[in-house]
């Protein structure tokens, strides 16, 4: 599971103590709970451990919110991975707990409403259903997540609303390319704020007519 945690430059050190490496679960889980255990003395103790009960525990009561949700993942406990989807403070638990649990409905909520662009790409590049597409077309928070969820749904319609009421130009443009609408990148020819995007579209628009003769859709 490598979603998130791969970029809080948590590199795994291997540091267990004797007794851990000996596959003492109830050593390991001390060593676990122990509030002055680094991290990845933690999580290598985690990975080695084997008894499901005191897995569960851990999952259960240990004060380290990445190592409960290690621990719930390790011994699959969906209760406790649904709570951390719905309710968890750090949306980037929220969401390695609904990638585990291949919830798309919770993954919409998150990448509808997140207040973190990446965490809310994540979440989006695992949804396939197209209601939930559509959904957070419509309804997200943020304009390029609506964008990418309007272009990965590829539906006509909501992609010229979504043109048409979004402020970001270059996200316009991206729209107006992308179902080659030639009407919406004349209007946003004609409306350009920057002049890297009075360009853009003056380039796309003499390509347009360039290859045969055309009307506006």
């Known amino acids: 599971m490598n979603h998130i945690r791969d970029n809080n430059k948590r590199n795994k050190h291997h540091i ?10 109830e050593s390991l889980a001390v060593l676990i709970k122990a509030n002055n255990t680094e991290y990845n003395v933690k999580k290598d103790a985690l990975d080695v451990l084997t008894d499901q009960s ?6 259960k009561t240990a004060k380290d919110d990445w190592i409960r949700l290690e621990a719930a993942i390790k011994c699959k406990n969906n209760k406790i991975l649904n709570e951390f989807a719905k309710y968890h403070h750090d949306q980037r638990i929220r969401l390695e707990a609904a990638i585990e649990l291949k919830t798309e409905f919770l993954l919409c909520e998150i990448a509808r409403s997140a207040q973190d662009d990446y965490v809310q790409e994540v979440a989006l590049n695992h949804i396939a259903d197209k209601e939930l597409l559509e959904d957070i077309a419509i309804n997200g928070n943020n304009e390029k997540i609506r964008v990418e969820a309007a272009i990965m749904l590829g539906d006509k319609t909501i992609i010229k609303e979504l043109a048409n009421g979004i402020k970001d130009q270059s996200l316009k443009f991206k729209l107006a390319s992308f179902i080659n609408n030639g009407r919406l990148m004349k209007e946003l020819y004609e409306n350009a704020d920057e002049l890297v995007i009075k360009e853009k579209t003056e380039k796309w628009l003499r390509n ?3 290859v045969e003769e055309k009307t506006f859709d």
């Open 16 to 25: 267990i103590s004797g007794t851990a490496k000996q596959g003492d679960n």
């Open 208 to 210: 347009y007519f360039s």
């Open 54 to 59: 005191v897995i569960d525990d851990i999952a």
